[in-house]
């Protein structure tokens, strides 16, 4: 039973009458970018903006609710320039070497590094340069505390700003440097600094949302890794396109990873279920088809027929089961570059058509969400052990 709470006769219909104009929060919290280039280096800030901007960050949640934060702004030229010089030589200079190697290939993170190097080489002409640190030293031991009592709040700052046409970018490089720049700037011991954030009004003010990943493939329901496409108010059923998503990081590119998705067989050795499979068409592309062969308790044995939707070397292969457009399930090995090793995220969701599932729960409705809950966590062991069967192989140097 729910606790008690006021009683309200006639509650606000807050979906189609929300309290705020959420279309302009919306467009304030997508738009709110790491702005580099796009600083207007040559008009100056007013101090009490800032003050103001402060005031509303320090609404943010805080550990205790002790007021611990502490925001630096530095103004003075030579200060700036000496901050800027630490900053470059605390790994500003590192990214604009990485910006002239990827310059002009086209490399996924070009635009980024371009940006990146803009503000490296130019951090002293940026009118305000804001420090946001707290009293304390974070003990490591996990537990909530510093940094998580800064960053809500430094992050209001930035919305703040933009509200307002100011910008600013998100930056922790001259942490490398952090006992220089505390000499710098008379920051005393047992002083954490946690961020640093160039201040300007910005040169227009359109900035766009980027590409992210879709909350619902990175958000779980009741148990890590299961997800629902669409989820319902009920409890989650087959209808909702319940799902499972593992994810395993692995010490290796994803070019050395892709031979063993490119298999489709090796998830077999990781399976109670699934038992191999043979390409019907003759290679692997959007469109091709294999035979998956399975055996379980329930079903016995069955073959499905797969059909590709999504095949990227090195990125991604995606299959539907029975049928592509109403699959029995919808299957996804994605490899996403990071610096040098590869987070492998392996995901099937159930449905939306007709499966073996949907046959058992037609014979016993009422079971519903927990016929789909167990399948959850029968293909969460198979694909956690497939997916970390990949890991150790690459990882071990084996040859697929
Ligand atoms: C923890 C953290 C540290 C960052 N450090 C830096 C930095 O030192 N220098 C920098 O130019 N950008 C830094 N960034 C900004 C990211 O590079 C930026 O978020 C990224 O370019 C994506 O741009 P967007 O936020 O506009 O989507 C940092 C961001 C975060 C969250």
Redesign the pocket.
């Known amino acids: 039973m729910a606790p008690d709470t006021p009683p309200s006769d006639n509650p606000p219909d807050l979906l189609s009458d929300p309290p705020f104009n959420t279309a302009e929060t919306d467009r304030l919290l997508s738009t709110?970018?790491?702005?580099?280039r796009r600083l207007d280096l040559n008009r100056p800030v007013p101090p009490q903006i800032l003050l103001d901007c402060i005031d509303l960050a320090e609404q943010a949640p805080t550990g205790g609710n002790q007021s611990s934060r502490r925001w630096l702004v530095v103004r003075d030229p030579a200060t700036k320039e000496a901050l800027a010089e630490l900053?470059r030589e605390a790994?500003?200079r590192w990214?604009s070497d990485a910006y002239e190697q990827v310059c002009g290939t086209g490399h996924h993170n070009e635009k980024?590094l371009r940006?990146?190097d803009h503000?490296?080489r130019n951090l002293e002409h940026v009118p305000a340069i804001v420090l946001v640190a707290i009293h304390g030293v974070h003990d490591g031991s996990g537990r909530p505390g510093l940094f998580d009592s800064v960053i809500q709040a430094a992050w209001s700052f930035c919305l703040a700003l933009r509200s307002r046409g100011l910008g600013s970018?998100?930056?922790?490089?001259?942490?490398n440097a952090a006992d220089q720049v505390a000499e710098l700037l008379g920051i005393p011991d047992k002083v954490t600094q946690i961020?640093?954030l160039p201040v300007a009004w910005t040169t227009g003010d359109e900035?766009s949302p980027?590409e992210?990943q879709p909350a619902a493939d990175i958000t779980w329901f009741d148990q890590w890794g299961r997800t629902l496409q669409h989820p319902t108010d009920e409890a989650p059923v087959h209808a909702d396109g319940a799902g499972v998503t593992v994810e395993v990081d692995i010490d290796a590119p994803p070019e050395a990873v892709w031979p063993f998705i490119n298999d489709i067989n090796l998830p077999a050795h990781f399976s109670d279920e699934f038992q191999g499979a043979e390409w019907i068409s003759t290679e692997p592309a959007v469109g091709a088809t294999f035979l998956g062969r399975n055996r379980n308790e329930r079903m016995g044995d069955w073959e499905v027929v797969c059909h590709v939707v999504e095949y990227e070397e090195n990125r991604v292969f995606a299959w539907n089961s029975v049928d592509p457009d109403q699959p029995a399930a919808q299957w996804r090995f994605e490899l996403i570059p990071l610096a040098g090793a590869t987070r492998l995220r392996f995901s099937m969701v159930l449905g939306p058509g007709p499966s073996g599932l949907t046959a058992i729960i037609e014979t016993m409705p009422d079971k519903e969400a927990k016929l789909v809950a167990n399948r959850q966590a029968g293909q969460t062991s198979n694909m956690r052990r497939c997916v970390e069967g990949i890991r150790d192989l690459v990882e071990k140097g084996t040859k697929p």
């Not at 709110?32 to 580099?36: D, S």
């Not at 970018?169 to 942490?175: G, K, Q, R």
């Open positions: 709110t970018r790491a702005v580099r900053y790994g500003g990214i980024t940006s990146a503000l490296a970018a998100w930056t922790t490089i001259h942490l961020v640093l900035f980027v992210r």
